[in-house]
Structure formats: C-alpha cells, structure tokens
C-alpha cells in the first residue's frame, strides 16, 4: 500500500494553510475516503509543511522565517537550511507516511526552493535540482495545487494580518520573480501542478480545489465495492 502526497504552494498570501486545513476537513468527511480507509486501501489523512514539518524543522523555521538575529541569511545558507529541513522531513515523516498508504497534505515542497532561492534569489536552478534530488532522495508529490495570485495582492494579504515573517519582508520585485518562477514550473510540469485561481472568493477556491483532488483521488482509487 503506497500513499499519495499532495502539496500546495504559492506566493504569500495565497491562502494555501487555510486551504490545506478546509481540505483536511473536506477530506474526512467523503465517502470515498471512508470507504477506501476501510477497505485497507489508504491510511490516515496527515497534514504536515515545510519548512516545520518535524522537531529539528521547526527549529530551523525559526532561523529562517524569523528575524532574531541583526545577522543576514546569505542566499547560499538559506538554500542549505531549507534542504537540511526537506532532507529531514522526508526521511522522518513523508517517506514513513507513504509507505503506510497515508494521504499527505503538504503546505509547501520542492516548488518553493525553486521559486524562492532559484528564481528569486537567482541561485542556478541545476544546482537547486540536484539539491532537491539529494533532500528528497527522488520523491516527487502526486498533485502539486499552485493557487495562483498576483504578487501585488499576495503581499498586501499578508500584511494585512499584521506580524511578517523574513520572507514576507522582501520587496516587491522579489516576490514578482517568484510569482515568475511558479508559473515557470506549472508550465513545465502540467500534469503534476494544476493551477487554482486564487484570487477567487475563499469558498469558490475551496471548491476549485475539492474538485481537482477528488478527480484525482478517483483516478488513483477504484472501492472494492460501490460507494453509497
């Protein structure tokens, strides 16, 4: 039994935690889902992140997302701290979750290294690939969900909710980059990231989104038995 990873990811603001957590929910409560959990087919339902998804991430978090130092973070070490983290967190929690047929919901991955230290930062993407093939020993999501916002409105979402974290505090241009790094990957990977258009009201993004994961889980999933 092998689970199923799905992520999501995004520009700041995006709404992807509150989507992660109306999916969860969403999830819980399918008929499908039950039907496949006792029939043996999938396991728990997990929600996890990155960076944070286990004790040492959450440490490393801090570092990163955190301004408690006057020091700054070189683009290089950043680099390093995320891939320290993803290494972590597939070694600790991803890899175990699948191998026990969890469905994972995960609040960013390997897109966000590339989008952010590659093409925000400007560090070289081959090298980023090969970092990323190293932190995640090959494990690739089943369904990356990009809910897709103008960089402009992103930030002022953020900012919105009052305390930003370090990434948050870059300018515009940077996170216009990495709006442009995102579109880059849905565009070079169609059949893995599907596009959520965020910019939508709230329950019109949850239901995007319920829709392209359950068109998902029915093309990975056939009940032993019809689901009333």
Not at 35 to 54: C, F, H, M, S, V
Not at 150 to 176: C, K, N, P, W, Y
Request: net charge neutral; charged share 20%.
């Amino acid at each position: 039994m092998q689970g199923k990873l799905i992520v999501l990811e995004g520009i700041e603001g995006c709404g992807k935690t509150t989507q992660l957590g109306y999916l969860h929910r969403w999830l819980r409560t399918q008929p499908l889902i039950q039907a496949l959990r006792g029939q043996g087919q999938i396991g728990d339902i997990i929600i996890t992140r990155e960076p944070g998804g286990t004790p040492l991430g959450g440490e490393l978090r801090q570092l990163l997302l955190t301004q408690t130092t006057t020091t700054a973070i070189a683009a290089r070490t950043e680099l390093l701290l995320y891939a320290a983290d993803r290494a972590q967190h597939v070694e600790e929690v991803l890899s175990p979750a699948l191998a026990r047929g969890c469905l994972i919901l995960c609040d960013r991955y390997v897109d966000s290294t590339v989008a952010y230290q590659g093409y925000g930062r400007g560090i070289d993407l081959t090298l980023i690939e090969q970092l990323n093939q190293i932190a995640t020993g090959g494990l690739v999501p089943d369904l990356t969900l990009w809910l897709q916002l103008g960089a402009t409105t992103g930030l002022a979402r953020s900012r919105q909710r009052g305390s930003i974290d370090r990434m948050e505090q870059a300018d515009v241009a940077f996170h216009q980059r990495v709006q442009q790094g995102f579109e880059a990957l849905a565009a070079a990977h169609p059949q893995r990231i599907v596009p959520v258009a965020a910019a939508a009201p709230v329950t019109e993004v949850t239901q995007q989104i319920q829709t392209i994961v359950m068109q998902r889980l029915q093309r990975w999933y056939r009940p032993l038995s019809p689901v009333s």
